[in-house]
Every structure is written in structure tokens, then in C-alpha cells.
């Protein structure tokens, strides 16, 4: 079983729908939750952290963390062309350890 | 205030060859992590530097070999390169300790082809 996994994809979705990323990890002792957007050819860009369960909102992203469930998800309301990208997820079991990835989601949001 | 950047942007090297990376942190950062991607993957941790010294390290040969500088630059040495070692190299940076928001920030990379 990998430690992050993540729907490959590719995730297509109209322009101006909810996009929905989902991610799940192995280890009950991880403790920390990014959530990185890649556009091709770039590096990771961090988009959102998360680090208690609930919902946590930052202008059209909302990234909720279950951690009964082992679940993290990345919601992106009123998706945009531009928000066309592999989106990562990644854990981390202490504060300032590594990072262990997802093999990223593929979204596609079409105009 | 300047990002992470890294140098070389792209490097071509062949088999057997050895290659260094170099990564300067974030102003304010004192914490220098390691990642190589391959194509469709996610990153991969190499190995992390604080204080100078290699404070955890991923599942990785001792080819990948490392150094950090009391500018809290770094670098990456990767030896008797291979095929498979063709990757993106990234380097983040981020802040030691236990602080709630110690969030890693990437830099641009590293494209090294291995022919």
C-alpha cells in the first residue's frame, strides 16, 4: 500500500464548476497536510496546509482534513482555465520532517 | 524578498559522471530539503539539512551525497551517475522546529538528463 494516494486522473471539469481532489495516507501518526499545484514543466507551488480536522478556506480553495478517515481533499470553486494542473498531495508525520507525496491528480478545467 | 533559487536550471551529463546541485532558502529559512522527481510522479524526499548536518534521509543510495553551508545554502552530489538518476531535482526550504506553519517552498529545479 503507498503512504499518499491519489486519483491519477485526469479530473476534467467544466469552467466555473467545483473541482474535487481527493487524497488518502497510510500512517494514523502523520500530522501535517499540503496540498502543492504543479504546471507542467514547473516545481511544486503550495497552495494550502492543513493541520487539524475540519475545513480550512483560502479565497476559492477549501482543503478538509478527517483524520479518523486518513482522508484530505481540496475543493476549487469556480475553477478556472488557469487552475489546469497536477495537483499534489502531501504528509508529513512531524512538523518540519519530510515530505512524503501523492503521485498527483491531473485537473483540466475546460472553457 | 528573494524565493529559493537553484542552479543549474538544466544539466546534461553521461554515465559514470558526477554532477553537484546548488540551492540557496528563502531569506529568513534555515532548513533545506531535497526531492528528486521523476516524469508523472511525485516528489521523493533525498535528505534534509539544518545546523550543517544531514538530519534525516530518504530511501536513497549513497551516490546522493550532501553539504550545507552557514549561509544555509546547500548542495546536492550525485556520483557514478545512472540512467535513472534523469529527474527533477527540487530543493525547499522551510524552518526548523516544531512551529505549527513549517510549510516547505520549492524552488525551480533542476532538470539533470543522464545520456
Known amino acids: 500500500q503507498k503512504e499518499v494516494e491519489q486519483n491519477s486522473g485526469p479530473l476534467s471539469v467544466p469552467e466555473g464548476a467545483i473541482a474535487s481532489l481527493n487524497c488518502t495516507y497510510s500512517?494514523?501518526?502523520?500530522?501535517?497536510f499540503f496540498w502543492y499545484r504543479q504546471y507542467s514543466g514547473k516545481s511544486p507551488e503550495l497552495i494550502m496546509s492543513i493541520y487539524s480536522n475540519g475545513d480550512k478556506e483560502d479565497g476559492r480553495f477549501t482543503a478538509q482534513l478527517n483524520k479518523a478517515s486518513q482522508y484530505v481533499s481540496l475543493l476549487i470553486r469556480d475553477s478556472q482555465p488557469s487552475d489546469s494542473a497536477t495537483y499534489l498531495c502531501a504528509v508529513s508525520m512531524e512538523y518540519g520532517n519530510k515530505l512524503v507525496f501523492g503521485a498527483g491528480t491531473i485537473l483540466r478545467v475546460k472553457s | 524578498d528573494a524565493g529559493v533559487t537553484q542552479s543549474p536550471t538544466h544539466l546534461i551529463k553521461t554515465r559514470g559522471q558526477q554532477v553537484t546541485l546548488r540551492c540557496s532558502p528563502k531569506s529568513g529559512h534555515d532548513t533545506v530539503s531535497w526531492y528528486q522527481q521523476a516524469l508523472g510522479q511525485g516528489p521523493q524526499f533525498i535528505f534534509q539539512y539544518y545546523e550543517e548536518e544531514e538530519r534525516q534521509r530518504g530511501n536513497f543510495p549513497d551516490r546522493f551525497s550532501g553539504h550545507q553551508f552557514p549561509n544555509y545554502s546547500s548542495e546536492l552530489n550525485v556520483n557514478a551517475l545512472l540512467l535513472g538518476d534523469s529527474a527533477l531535482y527540487l530543493c525547499a526550504s522551510s524552518l526548523w522546529g516544531l512551529a505549527v506553519y513549517n510549510e516547505q517552498f520549492f524552488g525551480p529545479g533542476t532538470r539533470l538528463t543522464v545520456l
Open positions: 500512517d494514523r501518526g502523520s500530522q501535517s
